[in-house]
């Protein structure tokens, strides 16, 4: 049985209808007619008829509870986000490629939903890996029940950890090949095609520093662009397509000078991602005339666009 508006003569009447089968067929019959629906709603009758009826009601009665304030809910989780971005995760090949790279690799819960769980997090309320554990209280996350602090702590050491020596070929010369790196690289082959080409990518760096007593194994003192001199820090540098995907990251010691980086991205990106044909565009941080000259040495050709101060390179000054 439902509740029907039906109109007659101007006006909206509402009915209390069944569903019955007859003759190999589904017919409406009407049980009730209630009355005019303004006349319903105006008078209250509407909603003390509803409430009256929800008393015989299990479902209805809670929640009818729940939103008058006379029953505390127990527990609320959201499901929306792990389903949304869990479906993100799967179409984009994510997940696929942090279990490739697990292969072979033993642990006693599942990383791939711990690495998910971390993204999860920094795309709902950005924060540590300790808030992550407090913030999963509230989020269903299928695959992620039992995951614990250590357990994160456990696939970010795996994903920063330095991978065999036979597997270094194409590593930058600030820091070695990792687990990560391999993920990139199996995205990118992923969803590249024949005539897939870096046509034009992007470069560039920032500086993120530690607070308290952080860094005293990986952070070292640099021009930081927080302006905090003061702290050790990390250098970090991204790469992303002409279309602003992202194609890799580097995490390098605080020290690593902006015009020193820019070679290594270049030779990491033909080594490992097959990219012949490339053209890089940076900002003036990159430029020296030992990097302008390795660019140009380079066989095949690297073609590069780096900005510049008009006032600071006689070239550009008088012919642009």
């Not at 009407?30 to 409430?51: C, I, K, Q």
């Not at 070929?169 to 090949?177: C, K, M, S, Y």
């Not at 702290?231 to 970090?236: D, F, G, N, P, Y």
Request: proline fraction near 4%.
């Amino acid at each position: 049985m439902f509740v029907r508006q039906k109109k007659s003569s101007g006006h909206n009447y509402l009915q209390i209808v069944e569903n019955r089968w007859e003759g190999g067929k589904v017919r409406q019959r009407v049980l009730l007619t209630l009355g005019r629906e303004d006349e319903l709603r105006s008078g209250g009758h509407l909603d003390a008829l509803l409430a009256s009826g929800s008393r015989f009601s299990e479902n209805l009665l809670l929640l009818s509870a729940i939103k008058e304030g006379r029953l505390e809910p127990v527990a609320k989780r959201h499901t929306g986000p792990g389903l949304v971005f869990g479906r993100l995760w799967a179409e984009t090949g994510c997940g696929a490629a942090v279990q490739q790279a697990l292969e072979g690799r033993q642990f006693g819960f599942d990383v791939e939903r711990a690495i998910f769980a971390t993204v999860l997090h920094r795309l709902c309320d950005p924060g540590s890996d300790r808030a992550c554990e407090r913030w999963m209280g509230d989020y269903a996350i299928p695959g992620a029940e039992g995951l614990a602090l250590q357990h994160f702590y456990r696939a970010m050491a795996w994903l920063g950890g330095p991978l065999p020596k036979g597997e270094q070929g194409g590593a930058t010369p600030f820091a070695p090949r990792c687990a990560k790196d391999l993920i990139e690289e199996d995205l990118f082959a992923r969803r590249r095609t024949l005539f897939s080409s870096l046509s034009l990518c992007f470069f560039d760096t920032t500086s993120i520093y530690f607070e308290g007593e952080g860094g005293e194994s990986a952070g070292r003192y640099g021009h930081s662009k927080d302006h905090r001199p003061d702290l050790k820090q990390m250098v970090v540098g991204a790469v992303l397509d002409a279309e602003g995907n992202p194609v890799c990251c580097e995490m390098w010691p605080g020290n690593t000078t902006d015009v020193k980086s820019l070679l290594p991205i270049v030779n990491r990106l033909r080594a490992r991602f097959g990219i012949a044909r490339v053209c890089i565009v940076s900002d003036r941080g990159m430029i020296s005339d030992e990097t302008v000259r390795k660019l140009d040495a380079m066989d095949p050709p690297v073609r590069y666009i780096l900005g510049a101060r008009m006032r600071a390179v006689k070239e550009v000054g008088e012919e642009v």
